[in-house]
């Protein structure tokens, strides 16, 4: 039995501020109000380590947690309608200064709301993350928003959208920690897959 209790470490708005302490980093990433929060607090198994809101858009920070064999970088929601162009293109920079620059890197988890097809920054945001070799993964959040046929269904839709196996991707519902083992399961196994590829390279 894990005993570890997640914590916040630090928010950083912009490069400077990154967080680097040699230990493996996953990072969350998804559109504004897909359920980011959410799932870091269900991870965690605490209600209020990561702010959830209803008003999508205020996030427009990384922020940090601990999580014992790795640190979770939740990163600012993209495609939030009320914000101007200069802004969401300060946003997309420092998302990409993270991503390209962060050498703890190890992971990125892209969310995807179960209900809807991903969109047009979902599927760059993965082409992004592809071209530049970076291993990511895809779940879908909400799964408790649609029935267990639906859920089944819209799974295979997203799975064929962002053109990977119907096995690489799965749901998880905050609401009713449907998936959470999974999803923890796969966040542990980046990270220690991450810690003997570094070892190894460095003998
Ligand atoms: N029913 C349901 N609602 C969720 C789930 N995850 C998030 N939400 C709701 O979706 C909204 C946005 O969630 P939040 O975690 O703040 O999204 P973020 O902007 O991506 O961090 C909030 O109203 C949450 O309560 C889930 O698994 N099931
Ligand atoms: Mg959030």
């Known amino acids: 039995m894990k005993t570890f209790e997640p914590l916040f470490l630090k928010s950083a708005a912009n490069r400077k501020g990154f967080f680097s302490d040699g230990r493996p980093q996953i990072a969350v990433a998804g559109k ?3 359920g980011k929060s959410s799932f870091i607090n269900m991870l965690a198994n605490r209600k209020k380590l990561a702010r959830t809101s209803n008003t999508p858009g205020r996030t ?3 922020n940090y947690f601990d999580f014992g064999n790795f640190v ?5 929601g993209y495609g939030y309608a009320k914000v101007s162009r200069a802004e969401k293109e300060k946003w997309g ?4 200064s993270y991503l390209l620059n962060e050498p703890c890197l190890a992971r ?8 809807h097809d991903p969109t ?3 599927l760059q945001l993965a082409e992004f993350l592809y071209y530049h070799r970076i291993p990511f993964n895809l779940i879908a959040t909400k799964a408790d928003k649609l029935s267990r046929m639906q859920a089944g269904l819209h799974l295979k839709r997203i799975a ?6 119907t096995d690489d991707v799965f749901a998880v519902s905050a609401l009713t920690g449907a998936g959470r083992e999974r999803a923890l399961e796969l966040l542990e196994g980046a990270a220690a897959l991450w810690r003997e590829r570094g070892s ?3 003998e």
């Open 60 to 62: 427009q920070l990384l």
């Open 200 to 202: 190894s390279e460095s």
């Open 160 to 165: 064929v959208k962002y053109n990977v196996g």
């Open 93 to 96: 920079e420092l998302i990409e």
């Open 120 to 122: 047009e920054q979902d």
């Open 72 to 76: 979770l970088t939740d990163l600012p």
């Open 32 to 34: 504004s109000n897909v």
């Open 108 to 115: 990125v988890i892209c969310l995807a709301d179960i209900r």
